[in-house]
């Protein structure tokens, strides 16, 4: 796995953007109606993400946020104060912010389209960084987090959303029901449509026994049966992938488990399938 594959991904199937229909199919290109749905859908179903930014002091902080999806993030963090600037691998992404923030007439620095594993930056230049739901993507993950680690002040700090291992959607309905869904489908030779019939496709190209492996299953189970790569994380696996870094607070949000409806249960603080943790740089970048 490289970035090349996770770029192409990316660039195709535009975060969250087939949630209300897609810009193109269903909003034929109406860039200010397409952004209102996506916000309102996106903030009904995830509503402690507001919550979570709203915990964040980011009046006057000099912020770059890496990866930016639709942009919905990025204008509740310039709307909360900040000094923002946006980095993200795809061009497409990168034409989607803009357009945001010109409809919307929200000031900002730059929107840039570049890698996390070689920011555009200088050193020492930002007091925050802020990801969400983006760096469980990238393969090189050690690379990525030092240069972070380089383009954060001394004194700033990494604030991110990556997937959470000891989760129900992990550990349930990703471990146990899916897999048992495409055993079920595989063994009775079904061709089911939809994304049923990509996993199932996936399974017979790959063999199903080497499919529903954990290290492979994991990949096509965040964001799609076709995504190349994502990664799910505890606290251990967060000291281990960020060793340019100490946690200094950590919390979960949001119980997820499709196909089980288990949003309404009140277990997101134990069980929740988004992971924030805040961190800081150490002496020197690793």
Known sequence: MNEVQVQAFWQAHPCGDQQVGGLDQAFRGDYDAFFRQYDAFRYSHEGHILDCLDGIDFRGAKVL???????????????????????DLTAESVTRLRTRLQLRGLPYDEVKQGSALAIPYPDNNFDKVFSHGVLH???????????????????????????????FNYLVAIGLLRRLGLMALCGLNLDPAGIYGDHVANARRMGLRNYLKMSNFIHRNTDG?????????????????????????????????????VSWLPLGRLLGWHLWVHLRPTRSPR
Do not use: C, T
Request: proline share 9%.
């Open 225 to 261: 049966p076709n995504n190349p790569y994502s990664k799910v994380y505890g606290l251990r696996e967060v000291h281990e992938d960020f060793p340019s870094f100490q946690v200094i607070r950590a919390y979960k949000r949001w119980m997820h488990g499709p196909p089980l409806p």
């Open 137 to 167: 993507h990238i393969p090189d993950i050690r690379l990525a987090q030092r240069e972070i680690a380089r383009v954060l002040k001394p004194d700033g700090e990494l604030i991110i959303m990556v997937y959470a291992k000891w989760s």
């Open 65 to 87: 946020e890496i990866g930016l999806g639709q942009g919905a993030d990025s204008e509740q963090i310039i709307r909360r104060g900040a000094r923002w600037s946006g980095l």
